[in-house]
């Protein structure tokens, strides 16, 4: 198996001049008990640039630029972290996506099966509550060697304050 | 094809609050200890030489969330009752953690499941909702009236090679349970001969999939008994019927699940003459 990682750092508000709604539902807490709950989950001091709404955008871009570059209909497994503020877009609901809490158990079951696939290891918060480092990790996998123009990933990246972007090949 | 449920179990999950700062690592052990009990309870139904050729166990949940996405839990713990080697051998680990479709997180496992294990023959998957923070929400609420809570597995057999009726979508208003009645409706139009196993509902919410559906066969709604379960529900009805003796082998069955966001899904799943089901003792 053929891989390729691509990777960067969210480092401000990819969407900065838009007027943002803030749509996205939390729990209610009610009782004496639900705010002890909460209390007892841990918080990260690491800063939070895109709304529930916002990073959903960003993450269908992404597909976008992946599927410009690899075949339509290409399984793509996507982590993504609940609640999920909301209804989630049609975009990210399709037949060949499957969203996960954690990729890595499924990428290794599919790499396996020598399947030509791709992975997107988004750990961009959208919460104080959401554990994470705003790093984004594509990998692509193919099961012969390609060589995959990354110029819609890389400059999408680029274009949205991605830092510290970096890519390289693997044979596994 | 419809897909062949060989064996399911329920086990409940006691809701009782606790001190959750204090037990709450143990009252996952716990739970955990029992789930992977069932696991290897259902996969008695397979030879070892079958049982050897699972390499996926998939983990589906509700609102099992908040612990995960805090980075308070990972999926680990739900593998820590798995400590010696032959438990390790005997079980099959959770490979992959999904609460992001709600409720309907099974139906767009199986999803996935279909499209990119083309060579595998079974499907194993699990179902756990636990209020392990003791949140008031998750106890009660409008939507759905008292939640119940539990652990289900399932082991489902496909035929290689054939198309299974596995349906997995989003509402498009925001009414998405009227709305699912009315999908699941236009489905039974087509195929009238199926028994609907339909999620766990309080009276109000109920009358919906009654007035809508009085039509066609479906499997008593189980609230009044175990709560609304989640994603479980389907399977509770289905397993309820079997340990019953309500199931014909030559019936199918349409499992169908929809969510608070409104995403749903339903499959055809048939039952062999020798299907097991279990409903534990609860923990």
Not at chain 2, 40 to 54: A, C, F, G, Q, T
């Amino acid at each position: 198996m053929y891989a390729t990682h691509i990777t960067g750092v969210l480092t401000a508000n990819p969407f900065e001049n838009n007027v943002k709604l803030s749509l996205a539902r939390t729990l209610p807490l009610m009782t004496e008990q639900d705010f002890y709950s909460m209390s007892t989950l841990p918080t990260s001091d690491v800063p939070v640039w895109v709304t529930h709404s916002e990073h959903y955008q960003l993450q269908l871009l992404i597909l976008k630029a992946i599927e410009e570059m690899m075949p339509q209909d290409l399984v793509i497994l996507l982590r993504m972290q609940m609640p999920a503020g909301g209804r989630m877009p049609k975009g990210l609901l399709r037949d060949h996506i499957l969203l996960l809490q954690d990729v890595v158990g499924e990428e290794q079951q599919l790499i396996r099966q020598a399947q030509n696939f791709a992975v997107i290891d988004d750990h961009i918060i959208r919460y104080p509550m959401e554990a994470g480092d705003n790093r984004v990790t594509i990998r692509l996998y193919s099961r012969y060697q390609t060589q995959y123009s990354l110029a819609p990933i890389l400059d999408l990246l680029n274009a949205f304050k991605f830092k510290d972007i970096r890519f390289e090949d693997h044979i596994l | 094809m419809t897909l062949s449920l060989l064996s399911a179990a329920f086990t409940p999950i006691d809701s009782k609050p606790y001190d959750c700062q204090e037990d709450y690592l143990k009252r996952i052990g716990i739970i955990s200890s029992v789930f992977h009990q069932q696991v290897d309870w259902v996969l008695e139904s397979l030879s070892d030489n079958e049982k050897s050729s699972i390499n996926r166990h998939f983990l589906c949940s509700t609102m099992l969330e908040l612990p995960f996405t805090s980075g308070q839990i990972t999926l680990d713990l739900f593998n820590q009752a798995l400590h010696t080697r032959e438990e390790k051998l005997r079980s099959i680990p959770v490979t992959a953690y999904i609460n992001t479709y709600e409720c309907a997180s099974w139906g767009y496992t199986l999803r996935h499941y279909l499209n990119s294990a083309s060579d595998q023959e079974y499907f194993l998957l699990s179902i756990i909702d636990a209020n392990l923070l003791n949140l008031s929400f998750w106890q009660h609420n409008e939507n759905w009236g008292q939640s119940g809570f539990g652990v289900t597995t399932l082991l489902l057999k496909r035929e290689i090679g054939t198309q299974q009726e596995n349906i997995a979508d989003c509402a498009v208003t925001w009414n998405a349970t009227p709305e699912f009645a009315t999908v699941i409706r236009r489905h039974m139009k087509e195929n009238d001969q199926l028994i609907m196993s339909l999620p766990f509902f309080p009276d109000n919410i109920r009358s919906i999939f009654v007035r809508m559906l009085g039509n066609y066969d479906q499997l008593p709604d189980l609230h009044d008994q175990w709560g609304h379960c989640f994603g479980s529900d389907p399977w509770v009805g289905i397993i309820s019927a079997g340990l019953n003796n309500e199931l014909e082998s030559h019936k199918k069955l349409l499992a169908c699940s929809v969510a608070l966001n409104g995403y749903y899904c339903m499959s055809h799943v048939g039952i062999e003459p020798n299907s097991r089901f279990k409903i534990g003792e609860a923990v």
